[in-house]
């Protein structure tokens, strides 16, 4: 790749990445910061002072792409006061729109999409080695570089710079299948592809000798990994392999379909000590019809049965979820089966949502909208229901000594750090900083909603 020809280190400029949405685009960025710094590019966390800005969008809600608008908005005032800022947009926003971004921010100097993110040290090589060279944007003087290509292959042992030093996300697959009715994942990052097992396993024992005691395993659907693919292996076997790993101390895994969680995993997240004690394992609406016309491809009673094997095989296990509000249809019975099903699960914790009409999907086209305030009412009726379920679970853990991994200093005081338990609670306690990447043992001794208190032994 035409990256490694460049030396810039001296007087290049600096790189800032802001990241919008889910962990896949915290794990691309990450890419897109190993690749920069291979290219001697310096990576800043103050946007005033960068040469560049890149903004590594999502595109799960319309609010988020108001808010990236908006930030753009702000940029261009910045690029007006300093005309050499360079502007850039990649992600999943410029995959699903490019045309329109083009249109709205034609100030931009290069939009970048799913596929092509990998291509940025080339494409800031056009700014500050080759000269600029780029399509025109429809209606402005202004040259922006577009790259933005379906389906591209991502090339393997790409360098990251990772933002955590003991817990990493690791990529077993790209794009989904599903087409769930509200969704843009499968128009923006394609149809799915599964990670060779060799090169997911390179990477994690390469982690591992370099001292990271947690992997996350990344894929919009893991329990699809394999499908499809010439290799005969799916996301148990793919487990049991990471599992055995020498030096990792812990394995995680998001997102699972309900419709595709399959016994066998179940059973091997029983059996494989690494394996933490948590899923993530979204449900979306308690009403069989509101799942239905989301295309979810299962009924509540599964999703109980699944819950139900889960707590069998894993008593201690916690379950977080995904569930959306005021979904076309939803009428407050629907919304009723949802409340009885949040109580009933006692989930662990849940990403909560208004249902957000995005152009393109399937959902856009269904009468019966539901008005934004009653969405907004049962998404307050439904927080506080688990607000209060949070904290029932989290009273009962008082007293309890738990293993967490210390990650930090907490946000919140210096003196204190954050560490998280298996089964995901974040638990804030008094401790030496040099605990920073142990895993050890606290006992709990206040619950909370956001963390849990804990106190160390020895201190
Ligand atoms: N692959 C995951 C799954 O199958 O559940 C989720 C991926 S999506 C990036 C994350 C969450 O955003 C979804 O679980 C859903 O709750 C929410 N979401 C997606 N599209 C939405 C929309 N149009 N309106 C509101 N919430 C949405
Ligand atoms: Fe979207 Fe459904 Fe795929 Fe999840 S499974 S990414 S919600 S289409």
Known sequence: MKNKEHTYSKNSPKVYIRTYGCQMN????????????????????????AGVILLNTCYVREKVKHKIYSRL?????????????????????VQKEPEEVLQRAPYLDFILGTSNFYQLPEVLGQFFGD???????????????????????????????RKRRFSAFVSVMRGCNNFCSYCNVPYVRGREVSRPRKDILREIEELAQKGYKEVTLLGQNVNSYGKGEKE???????????????????VRFTTSHPKDLSDKLIEKMAELDKVCEHLH?????????????????????????????????????????????????????DFQDTLELVETVGFDGAFTFCYS???????????????????GQR??????????????????????EVEIMVEKISKKSSDELQGRTRTNKIVVFKGRKELIGNIISVKIVTPGCWALRGKVNSC
């Open 131 to 161: 000269g600029v060279r780029g399509t025109k944007a429809k209606g402005s003087s202004h040259s922006t570089i577009v790259q933005v290509e379906e389906d591209r292959a991502i090339p393997e042992g790409m360098p990251k710079l």
């Open 232 to 250: 005969k292996i799916d996301f148990a076997d793919l487990l049991v392999l990471v599992n055995q790993v020498e030096n990792l101390r812990r």
């Open 26 to 49: 915290e794990y691309d960025s990450e890419i897109m910061a190993g690749l920069l710094e291979n290219s001697g590019y310096h990576l800043t966390d103050n946007p005033a002072e």
């Open 357 to 375: 009409p995005l152009k393109g999907t399937e959902a856009v086209r269904l009468k019966e909208r539901i008005p934004e305030k009653i969405s």
């Open 379 to 400: 998404l307050r009726r439904l927080i506080e229901l688990q607000q209060k379920i949070l904290l029932r679970k989290n009273e009962s853990l008082v007293g309890k």
């Open 281 to 333: 394992l979204p449900v979306q609406s308690g009403s069989n019809k509101i799942l239905s016309r989301m295309k979810r491809g299962y009924t509540r009673e599964h999703y109980k049965n699944l819950v139900n094997k889960l707590r069998q095989a894993i008593p201690e296990i916690a379950l977080t979820t995904d569930i959306i509000v005021g979904f076309p249809g939803e009428e407050e019975k």
């Open 73 to 93: 908005g702000e940029l261009k005032k910045l690029k007006e006061e300093k005309p050499e800022l360079i502007l850039g947009l990649c992600g999943c926003l």
